[in-house]
């Protein structure tokens, strides 16, 4: 290897992809599996897998099973078994105890609605719980309960706001509310999982789209309540569409699936991630060995991609 990675010393620590099987991965989630796995395998890094299937209303097994065969088309290898969210409840319940014995959560009746008119009051910071829950008497919890109302559990947050120092977007400051820690219907809320399960995996590095940057402030302080270790954030900028928008499939050939059938491979897919990040250039084969020799977080772009499909008719996507 050369450049940064070869400078770099062994850690005992890891990096993960952590894709939920409600939809097929676009480019988008595959160009961020492809840079979580480099900047793992170039520190010395394990790297692992997570399937995160709360949501078990949307998650399909066998999209989770394509998921996972599309890394491997890639090259993308992982250690270990890969972890599913839903077989590890018991880990989530005890961290929700943890919480309360510690008297940090509480019962909250709010609907959809009446959060989003809470939010939107001129001294609240926007998108965050206000609290509104969170010192309701005994009676009226008693009485919401009787009308049917089933509670979400909250975390009573000890802060505001916190700052995070990430590897690529730098020092952050964000507000930390009242986060859900699971939901009226029981399903056991995202930024509690992803806490619980990174500490437990020993991820001590999250490569994530920097679309997630906002709920940092949120986990890093639950982890310090639940004494949890903190991974290094390094958040990469998006891929967006044509039209400057967040990729989706209303953008056309958007994931591999799509691309290999209008012929192009998965190395050629492989290649197209790699001039998006200027680790080779158009039409150049590279292999992932090429890649982790190439990678230098250091230079990596720092604003998004805009990925062009190809015009009807054409079977090249236009970067």
Known sequence: ??????????????????????????????????????????SGRGFAV????????????????????????????WDGP??????????????IDRLTAAGLTYECFCTRREIAEAASAPHAPPGAYPGTCRDLPAAERERRRAAGRRPA???????ATLTVDDAVAGPYTGTVDDLVLRRGDGTVAYNLAVVVDDAAAGIDQVVRGDDLLPSTPRQVHLAHLLELP??????????????????????GAVTLEDLVAAGTDAGAVRTLLAVSLGLADPGEAV???????????????????????????????VR
């Not at 676009?26 to 395998?41: E, I, K, M, Q, V």
């Not at 559990?153 to 802060?159: M, P, Q, S, V």
């Open 1 to 42: 290897m050369t450049g940064w990675a070869s400078a770099q010393t062994a850690t005992s620590g890891c990096g993960r992809f952590a894709p939920s099987p409600s939809s097929r991965l676009h480019l988008g989630n595959l160009r961020t599996a492809l840079l979580s796995w480099l900047f793992a395998r170039t």
């Open 50 to 77: 997570r399937i995160e299937d709360l949501d078990t209303a949307r998650s399909k097994p066998e999209m989770a099973d394509r998921h996972l065969a599309e890394l491997a088309a890639l090259g993308l290898d």
């Open 153 to 159: 559990l909250r975390l009573r947050a000890r802060t």
């Open 82 to 95: 890969v972890v599913w969210q839903s077989a590890r409840g018991d880990a989530y319940a005890a961290a």
């Open 287 to 317: 292999s992932p060995a090429e890649l982790l020799a190439r990678f230098d977080p250091h230079r990596l772009p720092t604003t998004p991609w805009v990925y062009r499909p190809a015009p009807a008719g054409s079977d090249r996507p």
């Open 230 to 251: 903190v991974p290094r954030f390094c958040h990469v900028p998006l891929v967006l569409g044509p039209r400057g928008r967040r990729l989706s499939k209303r953008d």
